[in-house]
């Protein structure tokens, strides 16, 4: 592997840095409430399923009444 000058890696990392294409303000607020609205949703469909086996390995053990 061929070694690179720090100053040659300096250029290379701020040709990268410019290179990056940043999401608006508008873009950031509405990804945040999609994942905050996804995550609910599955926060609430896994503690359904978890209810849902959790009594039906009691029924089977017989611990339920």
Same mark, same amino acid.
């Given at each position: 592997?061929?070694?690179?000058?720090?100053?040659?890696?300096?250029?290379?990392?701020?040709?990268?840095?410019?290179?990056?294409?940043?999401?608006?303000?508008?873009?950031?607020?509405?990804?945040?409430?999609? /994942?905050?609205?996804?995550?609910?949703?599955?926060?609430? *469909? @896994? #503690? +359904? /399923?978890?209810?849902?086996?959790?009594?039906?390995?009691? *029924? @089977? #053990? +017989?611990?339920?009444?």
């Amino acid at each position: 592997m061929a070694k690179t000058s720090p100053g040659e890696f300096v250029r290379q990392v701020r040709s990268e840095y410019e290179k990056v294409v940043w999401p608006s303000r508008r873009e950031v607020i509405q990804t945040t409430i999609l /994942v905050l609205i996804m995550t609910s949703i599955l926060a609430v *469909f @896994f #503690l +359904g /399923v978890d209810q849902v086996l959790g009594r039906a390995i009691k *029924f @089977f #053990l +017989g611990l339920g009444a």
